[in-house]
T-cell receptor
C-alpha cells in the first residue's frame, strides 16, 4: 500500500499558467511533510516543511499547503526555469524515523 | 551553509572493480544517509548513520559497504557490483535521526555506471 501518492505524474503548462500539484498521504501521526525540487541528474533541493493541517509556506512563485490528508504545491505564473520534478516526502509515527517519498510530478513549463 | 558535497559526480566501473563514493557536510548534522535513485523513481533509503554509528541498513547487498569515519564524512565502498546497480547515489544529512529529523539536505549525487 502506497503511503504517499503524487498526482499528476506529469504536467505541462504554458508560461504564466498557474496550477497545483497534489501529494496525498495515508500515514498516521504525521510528523512532517516535505517538498523537494529535483532537476535531472541532480540531488533533491529542499523547498518546504509543513507540520500541521492548515499550515502554509511560500517561496517566490511556490506555495505549499497542508490538510489532514494531502498537501498541495501551488505554482503561480510559472516560468520555464520552474521545470523540474517535484517530490514530496512524509515522516510519520508509523514510518519510524524514515522518510517516505512519493514518485514525483514532472513539471514542464513551455515558453 | 546548507551544502552536502559528493564526489565523484560520475563513476564508471567494471564488475570486478573496487571504488568508493564520498560525502561531506559541515552543517554539524549528526545523521547521514545514503539513498539510491533509479531513473524516474523516488530515492530509496539504503543506510542511515546516527552519531557515526550505523542505525539502519535496508537489507542492502554486502557489495555495498558504508563507512562513517567522523561526523562530517560518509563513504560508500563498492565492490563486485552488477549492472543493475547503475543509478544515482545520493548522500543526505539531517540534524538528528529521531522522530522529528527535520528536513534532509541532499548532495548533488554520484552517477554510477557499472559495465
Amino acid at each position: 500500500e502506497d503511503q504517499v501518492t503524487q498526482s499528476p505524474e506529469a504536467l505541462r503548462l504554458q508560461e504564466g499558467e498557474s496550477s497545483s500539484l497534489n501529494c496525498s498521504y495515508t500515514v498516521s501521526g504525521l510528523r512532517g511533510l516535505f517538498w523537494y525540487r529535483q532537476d535531472p541528474g541532480k540531488g533533491p533541493e529542499f523547498l518546504f516543511t509543513l507540520y500541521s493541517a492548515g499550515e502554509e509556506k511560500e517561496k517566490e512563485r511556490l506555495k505549499a499547503t497542508l490538510t489532514k490528508k494531502e498537501s498541495f504545491l501551488h505554482i503561480t505564473a510559472p516560468k520555464p526555469e520552474d521545470s523540474a520534478t517535484y517530490l514530496c516526502a512524509v515522516q510519520a509515527r508509523n514510518t519510524g524515523n524514515q522518510f517516505y517519498f512519493g514518485t514525483g510530478t514532472s513539471l514542464t513549463v513551455i515558453p | 551553509d546548507t551544502e552536502v558535497t559528493q564526489t565523484p559526480k560520475h563513476l564508471v566501473m567494471g564488475m570486478t572493480n573496487k571504488k568508493s563514493l564520498k560525502c561531506e557536510q559541515h552543517m554539524g548534522h549528526r545523521a547521514m544517509y545514503w539513498y539510491k535513485q533509479k531513473a524516474k523513481k523516488p530515492p530509496e533509503l539504503m543506510f542511515v548513520y546516527s552519531y557515526e554509528k550505523l542505525s539502519i541498513n535496508e537489507s542492502v547487498p554486502s557489495r555495498f559497504s558504508p563507512e562513517c569515519p567522523n561526523s562530517s564524512l560518509l563513504n560508500l565502498h563498492l565492490h563486485a557490483l552488477q549492472p543493475e546497480d547503475s543509478a544515482l547515489y545520493l548522500c543526505a544529512s539531517s540534524q538528528e535521526w529521531t522522530a522529528n529529523t527535520g528536513e534532509l539536505f541532499f548532495g548533488e549525487g554520484s552517477r554510477l555506471t557499472v559495465l
